[in-house]
T-cell receptor
């Protein structure tokens, strides 16, 4: 099955900094989802995108559906310690495919 | 509260033993899914079901079996044929099996360990 290229694999940032991560695919998707997963827990849906070019925010999080429909971006502004976790993307055409995750560490 | 529940949280399997992971949802979702998560890899689809009494193999179905006798329940059995079962197993559901608007919600997961 297809897996998405997600980058960076890990990030270490200072509290208050902004964060950017992205996912790319060789296939066109009609849906992009972004999740956050804490260790030993199930992923929690953060943002869902359904249209090329769509830009959606959820608090300090903003995600965009790339215009080529082959990529998506997630930005976190003014990071705080509770942002720590693994963020991963999911894209869908006939079924969902998942990125390998970006591990975020926020240093107080 | 509405949501997806998985049990148990941790499960230990002996060699040659079948074990069953439970997944229940009270969201009235049509579709349910089982994924396997291994370190450093994206989620991989084991089985999915779009309606009751119907299910389809995903990318890594060998050594697993499922049933969907009720809309709310989608148990996964890890059989002795699955030679590398140690992983974190995630159940998910979607409101509709098809259509343009698709979102998946996940349960809390079950960690399976082989003794």
């Amino acid at each position: 099955g297809q897996q998405l290229n997600q980058s960076p694999q890990s990030m270490f940032i200072q509290e208050g900094e902004d964060v950017s991560m992205n996912c790319t695919s060789s296939s066109i998707f009609n849906t992009w989802l972004w999740y956050k997963q804490d260790p030993g827990e199930g992923p929690v849906l953060l943002i869902a995108l359904y249209k090329a070019g769509e830009l959606t925010s959820n608090g300090r999080l903003t995600a965009q559906f790339g215009t080529t429909r082959k990529d998506s971006f997630l930005n976190i502004s003014a990071s705080i310690p509770s942002d720590v976790g693994i963020y991963f993307c999911a894209g869908r055409h006939s079924q969902f495919y998942f990125g390998t995750g970006t591990s975020l560490t926020v240093i107080p | 509260d509405g949501g997806i529940t998985q049990s148990p949280k941790y499960l230990f399997r002996k060699e040659g033993q079948n074990v069953t992971l439970s997944c229940e949802q009270n969201l009235n979702h049509d579709a349910m899914y089982w994924y396997r998560q291994d370190p450093g890899q994206g989620l991989r689809l084991i089985y999915y079901s779009q309606i009751v009494n119907d299910f389809q193999k995903g990318d890594i179905a060998e050594g697993y079996s499922v049933s969907r006798e009720k809309k709310e329940s989608f148990p996964l059995t890890v059989t002795s044929a699955q030679k590398n079962p140690t992983a974190f197993y995630l159940c998910a559901s979607s409101p509709q099996a098809g259509g343009p608007i698709q979102t998946q919600y996940f349960g809390p997961g079950t960690r399976l360990l082989v003794l």
